[in-house]
């Protein structure tokens, strides 16, 4: 039974509760669920519609439940390496890589498109932060691999300045601005399918003499069980600045005495990015 469908019933005889069908096969001792309707799915990975508690199991002589669970993390990571001038002007490399369902729903945004010209065309123009320069894209077509996108970025107006001093929010992609859990309670659990994980790695040279004078905290914060960790790091070096940050949602399903605590997790990752850096030149 779908997710859209409903958990079938567990416990008496029914038909009618289920309205679809996947395979099973064994190699090795290891059993694999498959849907080969899932064009940009890799091996072994159900498609979300499928990750709904539990199927049954047919064979020739009997049935039994399986598990209906994901094998594969949802994982994004960001990658900036660049250089910042004493304009507030940001140019450098931006690359994104993708695995599991992060990078199949990834692939079937792009495959919406007559052509990747189109994709890299429509990504240009509804881009207003940062200008394109140029825009790559491999293993779109191999769900086995890595989908991994690289973009030559020039960001106008990445710092504000204000005398000598710049002052910016170190991110490009993927900061978190809104809570996506904005009930005041939840009697339901919160099933999100699989694990998630997203991280960003900023690179930046600073223009030359300036250092760092004001810049956040670094956190990490954890909800119980290590069911959710978030990690933001920032420090510089020889003249370069490096933000890593990440978030990790352990675990596919918090259940509803989890929901005010994975509330107040978000709320902290927003006010965390929220923050802003400022570097001026060194007096020394």
């Not at 199949?104 to 065309?121: A, L, M, W």
């Not at 956190?219 to 890593?244: C, F």
């Amino acid at each position: 039974s779908t997710r859209e469908n409903g958990i079938p019933a567990l416990f008496r005889p029914t038909i009618t509760d289920y309205n679809y069908v996947i395979a099973h096969i064994e190699i090795d001792s290891s059993d694999y669920l498959l849907d080969a309707s899932d064009v940009h799915a890799p091996f072994g990975q159900l498609p979300l519609r499928c990750i709904n508690h539990k199927g049954n199991l047919l064979t020739k002589t009997a049935y039994k439940w399986v598990d209906l669970v994901s094998m594969l993390s949802s994982k994004v990571s960001y990658d900036f390496t660049g250089e910042l001038t004493d304009d507030g002007k940001l140019r450098g490399t931006l690359t994104s890589m993708r695995i599991g369902y992060a990078a199949t729903n990834k692939r079937e945004e792009i495959k919406k498109f007559n052509s990747i010209e189109e994709y890299k065309e429509n990504a240009y123009e509804k881009n207003t932060n940062y200008k394109i320069n140029t825009h790559e894209m491999y293993n779109l077509d191999d769900p086995s691999q890595v989908l991994t996108e690289s973009q030559e970025i020039e960001f106008k107006n990445f710092a504000n300045k204000n005398g000598d001093e710049l002052k910016f929010i170190p991110f490009i992609i993927g900061r978190t601005t809104k809570n996506p859990f904005n009930l005041d309670e939840r009697s339901y659990p919160v099933d999100l399918g699989s694990t998630i994980e997203e991280s960003f790695i900023l690179n930046i040279k600073l223009p030359d003499s300036y250092t760092v004078k004001n810049k956040p905290k670094n956190q990490s914060l954890a909800l119980p069980n290590r069911d959710a960790r978030y990690l933001y790091i920032i420090k510089e070096a020889e003249g370069v600045l490096t933000v890593q940050i990440s978030s990790m949602l352990n675990k596919p399903m918090f259940l509803p005495d989890q929901y005010l605590d994975l509330k107040e997790f978000f709320s902290h990752i927003i006010q965390s990015q929220s923050q802003d850096i400022t570097i001026a030149p060194s007096t020394l």
